[in-house]
Structure formats: C-alpha cells, structure tokens
C-alpha cells in the first residue's frame, strides 16, 4: 500500500495541504532508469529511506551480478510528455462522475543524435516480457519515483508489454530519434508520487549513465569443435564491420554461470567445464576458448562473462 490511499477517500479526515514554504520541486525528467520491478526474492526493488547515493552505491546498482538488481540507464530523454491521469466518468444530466476508475497514464519522449543509435531499440525491447520500473534523473539532478509508504523509494511500475520505440532515419533538416511511448501501471497512483533531493546525491546524477558497465555483443566466428570455440566480442553500438571490438578479456574473466571461474558450463550434461580463453594478436575482439577437455558433438555450451566494467549476455554454442 502507498503512502496516501485513494480508495477510503470518502471515509477519513480531509488532508490538510499545509505550507510549502521554500521546498524545492522535482525537475523534469532527463534520464531513466529502467530496473526489475521486484528483485529475485520477490520485494520491490527500492532505495531505503537515507540512502546517501554516492559513486560506490550507484556502481553496484548498474554492476550488479543479479540482473533482478542491476539499474539500466538510458540515454537523456527530450520532448518529454507525461499528459496528467484522467479520472474514468459517466456524464448524466451533463454532470461528469467519477467511475472509481482512472484511464492509464501515457507517456511519451524521444532520444536524438548518436544516442538514438537503432541498436538502443532491442534494449528497449529486452524489458518486453518483465515486470519493470521506472527512476527518473531530473534536469535538477534529483530521482524520482515511487514512496512505498515507509518513506523508501520505489520505482514508477510501467504497465506490462507497452513500451514501444521506434527509429526514425534523419533526413533534411532532422536528427535520427528513437521515439518511446509506453504506459504507467494502473495500480500506481500520483499521491505517491515524490523524489530523492540532490542533498542526499553526493555523485552528479547526470554522470551516472556514463559508468555503465560496456555491453559484450558475443558472436560465432566458426562451427566450435569438441575442444575450441572462437567468437569476436564486439561492442552494442556501430554499423556492420565496424563494431567497437572488446578487448582484454582473460581466462580469469569466463565463467560458468554458478559461480565458477575460468570455466564454461555443458548444458547438456549439466557440468562446468575448465576453460582458458586468448585473444588473437592479429585481429582484436578475436577469442579462442579451449576446452580442458573434448566435450561431446552436439553439447550445448554456455559462456558467460564475469568481468568487473562489462556486463554479456549468455551466449551459447554447439559443438561440432
């Protein structure tokens, strides 16, 4: 339950609106942070009330090991739109009364220039099929979201399977823009709305989508025999050929994905397997892993990364 309640409206005592005095007001929305709605265990993902989020605390959100935790931030939004709820109603004698109900709240914004790259569409799209949140980073450096009702901060629940960006190409006189529209959760009400003061913000909330760790774009160079997989690890962003390759991964950096290092996981056997990985001296980006072992042909093997500033999906091969 939020912190105020809508549905006993009628039953309690009229809240007195009090005075402001020279309380600061939330900016506008600049940056936002999409994030799980609820973590593994099931609890909303929040920030405790005095939470001071300084650099170390703002690194472990966009860093962390449980993707159910980690913040992602997108790029600065612009033409940003949050058209206010509106109350259902059924008109009679031309009198508007309320249903009980409200319409769903629409939003809308754009991101423009190098940022709007196409590829920041499938990131948008990643979070179709989860229950996700919102943060918002203001253009006052505050963050904006949710009170649980214990004083927290919780994230702006979006409703399930709206969000929707598109990319638009530049042409005269227009940048190219990926343009979000999406849907705020019905069960969200704006009493709760409230924000996080840029006093507790000891880390310039505007440099936090610039520590995000590089996302590793794995990719298949050959058919992997029982005991060698090579693959190129390139950067999310750039135009065919011309990726930003990783660079510098290491065999201390592969993992089996349940907490085995320098290692890989058999699927099929359900096994980790020792691996070592290097990085071709002629070609950056190029890796050879081999196997400690010759695996089966037609085991299924998973890569996973575990490297301190990088974050890649799992990526699975079959062997030859």
């Not at 760790?213 to 690890?233: K, M």
């Not at 695996?295 to 990526?315: E, H, N, P, S």
């Amino acid at each position: 339950m939020g912190l105020f309640t809508i549905e006993c409206e009628c039953a309690g005592v009229p809240l007195s609106p009090g005075q402001p005095g020279c309380v600061p007001v939330v900016g506008r929305a600049k940056y936002p942070i999409l994030l799980h709605y609820r973590n593994a265990s099931g609890n909303i993902n929040i920030i405790p009330k005095g939470t001071v989020l300084d650099q170390a605390y703002i690194t472990s959100k966009v860093t962390a090991t449980d993707v159910t935790e980690r913040w992602f931030i997108f790029p600065e939004m612009f033409n940003v739109l949050f058209p206010s709820s509106e109350d259902e109603v059924e008109s009679i004698d031309n009198i508007d009364f309320k249903t009980g109900d409200e319409i769903r709240q629409a939003y809308t914004y754009e991101h423009v220039g190098p940022d709007a790259n196409p590829a920041l569409i499938a990131a948008y799209n990643s979070f179709d099929c989860i229950e996700y949140g919102v943060f918002y980073i203001t253009n006052k450096g505050q963050v904006e979201g949710m009170n649980d009702g214990n004083n927290n901060l919780a994230s702006i629940k979006q409703q399930a399977g709206t969000v929707s960006a598109k990319y638009m190409k530049p042409s005269v006189g227009a940048v190219q823009k990926v343009m979000v529209k999406g849907f705020v959760d019905d069960s969200e009400y704006d009493g709760n709305l409230d924000y996080i003061p840029t006093s507790k913000i000891t880390f310039p909330a505007k440099q936090w989508f610039g520590i995000q760790p590089l996302q590793v774009v794995p990719v298949e160079v050959s058919n992997a025999t029982q005991d060698t997989i090579v693959f190129e690890a390139n950067g999310l962003y750039g135009g065919v050929d011309l990726k930003k390759p990783v660079t510098g991964i290491v065999t201390t950096d592969l993992s089996d994905g349940v907490g085995g290092s320098s290692a890989v996981y058999n699927e099929s056997t359900s096994a980790s397997v020792a691996a070592t990985i290097a990085e071709s001296a002629t070609v950056p980006g190029t890796y050879t892993i081999t196997l400690g072992a010759a695996q089966t042909a037609g085991d299924v093997i998973r890569i996973d990364l575990a490297k301190t500033g990088y974050v890649m999906r799992t990526f699975r091969v079959t062997l030859a």
